[in-house]
């Protein structure tokens, strides 16, 4: 993907939104860039720190005034379990994700008798929830989103009917869209699900050491979704290094709740 500065159509550009970023992306998945053979390897210090808490960046997701998304440490969904212990806490319809430092999260949805359906290099598969984790640990994230979850029997008849779906054929940008789509339904996960018209009704606050936050305003949830990825790839260290750049080359300040 590419990156474009961007201002509001109408000219009007608020101090107190923080400096606006347009983000446009050009490329398929980012799930494509998960190597299957790649485990990344830590040491027993930094495995159980990470077994501990994921190391990612509190944030929130707003469209227009309401709150759709929110991932603090207070959420009670957070904690992670090795894929066999995940196992025992999941039920049919479940979202789940995988999580390693320096990879994408991979989400996938629950259907019973030990597997998953999950969207993997530009194919949605049927696969055994330990093989789907590639090593990584897992959470329930059922809780994440704030829209109106279907009924169980749907959610897993959703993933289940997409199975073999591949290329071509697909409707999503990468694992959380789709394993949202089924738990939810909505188009505003699918590729195209809404029209790129200029405004920018979509925001990520991310909540910053000291109080700070920062927001970035997109104009679909499909790119915000691709964003919020990315920070959580390459870590909260490196997010908040970068934003720190990049408030001091634009010589505004984070806000301040």
């Known amino acids: 993907y590419a990156e474009v500065p961007t201002t509001d159509p109408n000219g009007l550009d608020t101090e107190e939104d923080g400096p606006r970023i347009g983000v446009s992306y050009i490329f398929a998945t980012d799930d494509d860039e998960l190597d299957d053979n790649h485990h990344q390897h830590v040491d ?3 495995q159980k720190e990470e077994e501990k808490h994921y190391n990612e960046l509190d944030c929130a997701v707003y469209h227009r005034d309401e709150c759709i998304y ?27 994700e995988f999580v390693s430092a320096g990879q994408y999260p991979h989400w996938a949805v629950y259907v019973g008798d030990f597997q998953v359906v999950h969207l993997h290099r530009a194919e949605v598969k049927n696969s055994f929830l330990t093989d789907a984790s590639q090593g990584r640990r897992g959470r329930i994230v059922n809780e994440l989103y704030k829209f109106k979850p279907l009924g169980p029997d749907m959610v897993v008849q959703n993933a289940m009917e997409q199975v073999g779906a591949k290329d ?3 409707s999503w940008r990468n694992s959380e869209c789709f394993a ?55 870590g909260k260290a490196a997010v908040i290094q970068e934003l720190a750049h990049h408030l001091s080359n634009s010589g505004s300040e984070a806000n301040v709740h």
């Open 44 to 46: 027993g210090s930094e």
């Open 70 to 96: 929110e991932r603090s440490s207070n959420t009670t969904e957070l904690e992670t379990f090795s894929p066999e212990n995940l196992l025992n806490k999941c039920k049919p319809g479940d979202v789940l």
């Open 168 to 170: 071509r054929e697909l």
């Open 180 to 234: 949202a789509w089924c738990k939810f339904g909505k188009r505003e996960f699918k590729m195209g699900g809404e029209i790129r018209i200029g405004k920018q009704p979509y925001r990520l606050k991310l909540f910053l050491p000291e109080k700070q936050f920062h927001v970035l305003e997109f104009q679909s949830l499909e790119d915000l979704i691709m964003e919020k990825r990315r920070n959580d790839q390459i």
